[in-house]
């Protein structure tokens, strides 16, 4: 990448980051949650072959277009490529999906990392994708301030792929698909002349908050849904990790900042597993899921403090245990319960929650960084060590919240995902993780 390129790059982050750091309330309110009309009816998202999906394996690529990168809307001159490719989705149907390559100029096609967005949306006009060809919407500011962190991996020789993780439906807190469409994305970006990557090109994962979500679930279905992608892995980094969203809903309630997730992961589980979680909301529950139906995270932060489930449930149903369809979702994504991965992992939580407003400490449940629950990653952690062959470091910041974990993490990461790829010894942390908590799958409760 030219030294011009970086510069212009790091300028438009700097403004991104200024401006993603804008009053959460005044700009949820003074800015659309959806994207213009042109964004939403690009054609190059609609798989239109006269063949089925169901006719191509996974990871085929369906569409291809180089552009140029942009930053809030700004072209830069770092060229993209972009892929419509073949996936699977939460319930194990055929799907349709964006993902895109930036070419390192100093690079070979040999190395590459696959980056995961925290772009943490219900609206796919949010998606990375969206972003970088040109489109700007409130909540795509989050992947153009993450470009920051596409520098020092393109400027090190690594072509990077990102893909739109939640897919086209933007199925927010949906893990399992969150995992398909990244190892899909990396089958795509193989398959492509376009991206010179190939067979041969090594892979890293790397994400934090939404983006460790597919990182994990990425790493964890890749032995048994992509063997051929989880043989080009060298590891995986990520921090502010989601593993049961069940306990990090109960963290979460009553907080100052984070409590928005409750109406979003509603609103994402039920999209994803085609179930209406929204009928057992009463009228003010029915009004924010409304509001947050297509908001980003952006949205949702700080615009609903002291938000809890019972305020928003109708009253028999005060305990979201008593609704079925609830605890089937809720296991279904609990990484406690789904497969260790098999290549060596990084992984890093904060604990300091009370610093972004969220102050519970339930029995079971205990402390977290803010909206991420540190026992829950701890205990996957040490699951990941007695049941995996691969090493797992971990580290807990007992200061940092949430999102000051992350600016310690991200060097971290990618040092030790350089490591990897030089390919030394990886190191452990098994055997020094303190305990955490039980990640057994959910339990039904009878009506309030």
């Not at 509603?266 to 003010?284: F, K, Q």
């Not at 060590?385 to 949430?402: F, I, R, W």
């Amino acid at each position: 990448m030219s030294k011009a390129a970086v510069r212009l790059l790091a300028l438009a982050v700097a403004t991104a980051a200024v401006m993603t750091g804008a009053p959460l309330a005044t700009a949820a309110e003074s800015a659309p949650a959806a994207a213009p009309a042109a964004a939403a009816s690009d054609p190059f998202y609609s798989y239109d072959g006269s063949e089925p999906l169901s006719a191509f394996a996974p990871g085929t690529v369906l569409k291809t277009r180089t552009l140029q990168y942009h930053l809030i809307g700004i072209p830069t001159p770092v060229k993209a490529v972009q892929l419509l490719y073949r996936t699977t989705d939460a319930q194990g149907r055929p799907a349709a999906n964006v993902t895109t390559v930036v070419r390192s100029l100093t690079g070979d096609g040999t190395k590459a990392v696959s980056y995961q967005s925290f772009y943490d949306s219900l609206s796919p006009e949010d998606g990375p994708s969206r972003a970088i060809a040109g489109d700007v919407t409130l909540g795509g500011l989050i992947p153009n301030a993450e470009s920051l962190l596409l520098v020092p991996l393109l400027a090190k020789g690594y072509d990077v792929v990102i893909p739109d993780t939640e897919g086209q439906q933007a199925n927010f807190a949906a893990g399992p698909e969150y995992g398909t469409n990244t190892l899909d994305s990396i089958r795509a970006a193989t398959r492509s002349p376009e991206t010179r990557l190939n067979s041969g090109t090594s892979f890293g994962l790397i994400g934090y908050s939404g983006g460790a979500i597919a990182t994990n679930w990425a790493a964890a279905l890749a032995p048994s849904y992509a063997p051929d992608v989880n043989r080009k892995l060298v590891g995986y980094a990520e921090g502010g990790l989601l593993v049961n969203p069940a306990h990090n809903l109960k963290y979460v309630d009553g907080s100052l900042a984070w409590s928005g997730v409750i109406p979003m992961a509603v609103i994402g589980v039920s999209r994803s597993y085609g179930i209406n979680l929204g009928a057992y909301l009463n009228d003010y529950g029915q009004k924010v899921y409304k509001e947050l139906e297509r908001g980003s995270i952006i949205n949702a932060l700080g615009r609903y403090p002291g938000l809890t489930w019972k305020k928003m449930a109708k009253a028999e149903y005060a305990n979201p245990n008593s609704i079925p369809a609830f605890v089937e979702a809720m296991n279904k994504l609990n990484l406690g319960s789904a497969a260790t991965p098999t290549v060596p992992g990084f992984i890093a939580q904060g604990d300091a929650g009370v610093l972004e407003g969220t102050f519970s400490n339930h029995r079971g449940i205990g402390t977290g960084d803010g909206v991420m629950v540190s026992g829950d990653v701890r205990t996957l952690a040490r699951q990941y060590c007695a049941t995996g062959y691969a090493p797992v470091k971990y580290t807990q910041h007992e200061l940092l919240s949430h999102t000051t974990a992350a600016v310690a993490w991200a060097p971290v990461a990618l040092g030790w995902l350089n490591d990897r790829f030089a390919a030394k010894p990886a190191p452990s942390d098994c055997g020094r993780i303190p305990a955490g908590n039980s990640l057994a799958p959910e339990e039904p409760a009878p009506l309030s």
